[in-house]
């Protein structure tokens, strides 16, 4: 079965991260787009993660995963060099209504990272199931030089007249006719 496609809302979910080398790092970034309530735990950590870590007033513990771990967490990402200890968390995750992603086995994900585009509001979430992330990277860069910086601003506009006219056809109708005039001048709007 294909993966459902859902934005997931973190607000009031604590997130573990376990790990602390170059993948720990890729996931700890991106999920900095969205939150801040991370926690890593990891028996080695690398110098461009304890910067991010710093930078951001993390919560981190320099020691092996322990069974319980994931106790209070909503959300863990298993970014360790060991398959059987992603297995382990994946298991144990089930006991705790906490949604696992292992870096390297789908067999052990709730969920999986998406590539992603994100200008403020706009996000635009890129997958391939995991049958080529480099794929997903590169069609998140063409997508990325073809949206225009403006896009941002014009959403704005949008959600300011979607709250300021009454609910109903008219407004549908001519919500509908701006963005569809946005889209058809892509190439004149500033990228
Ligand atoms: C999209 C992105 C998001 C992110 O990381 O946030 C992401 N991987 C990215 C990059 C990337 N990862 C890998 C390469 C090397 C080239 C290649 O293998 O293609 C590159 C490219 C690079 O780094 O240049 C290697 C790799 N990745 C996975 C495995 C294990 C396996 O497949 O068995 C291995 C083999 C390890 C090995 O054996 O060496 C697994 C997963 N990687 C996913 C996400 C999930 C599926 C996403 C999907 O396809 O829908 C999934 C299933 C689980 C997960 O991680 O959640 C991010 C791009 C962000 C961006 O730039 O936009
Ligand atoms: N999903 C992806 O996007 C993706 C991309 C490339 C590679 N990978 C896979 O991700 C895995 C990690 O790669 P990496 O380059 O970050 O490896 P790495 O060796 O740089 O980091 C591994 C980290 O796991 C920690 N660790 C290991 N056992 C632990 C334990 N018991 N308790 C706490 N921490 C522990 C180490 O301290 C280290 O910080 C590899 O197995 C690789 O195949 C996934």
Redesign the pocket.
């Known amino acids: 079965m294909a993966y459902f496609p859902a934005f997931l809302k973190l607000d009031g979910k604590k997130i573990l991260i376990?790990?602390?080398?170059?993948?720990?790092?890729?996931?700890l970034e991106h999920l900095l787009d969205f939150t801040k309530d991370i926690h890593i735990?990891?028996?080695?950590?690398?110098e461009e993660?304890l910067q991010r870590i710093e930078e951001e007033n993390l919560v981190y513990e320099k020691?092996?995963?322990?069974k319980g771990d994931i106790r209070e967490f909503a959300v863990a990402v298993v970014?360790?060099?060991?398959?059987a200890?992603?297995a382990e968390i994946f298991e144990e995750s089930k006991q705790y209504n906490c949604l696992c992603n292992a870096?390297?086995s789908v067999e052990y994900c709730d969920f999986?990272?998406p590539s992603y585009v994100k200008k403020e509001d706009l996000i635009i979430a890129i997958s391939t199931s995991g049958a080529s992330?480099a794929m997903a990277k590169h069609l998140r860069k063409y997508l990325q030089k073809m949206i225009p910086n403006g896009i941002s601003e014009f959403l704005q506009e949008m959600k300011k007249l979607r709250k300021s006219l009454p609910k109903g056809k008219e407004r549908m109708k001519m919500l509908d006719e701006k963005a569809k005039k946005y889209i058809e001048n892509w190439s004149h709007n500033e990228r």
Do not use: C, H, T, W
Not at 19 to 26: D, F, I, K, P, T
Not at 79 to 83: L, T
């Open positions: 376990v790990g602390g080398g170059n993948v720990a790092y890729e996931k735990i990891a028996n080695e950590f690398s993660m020691r092996k995963y322990k970014a360790v060099d060991s398959i200890l992603q870096v390297d999986i990272f992330p």
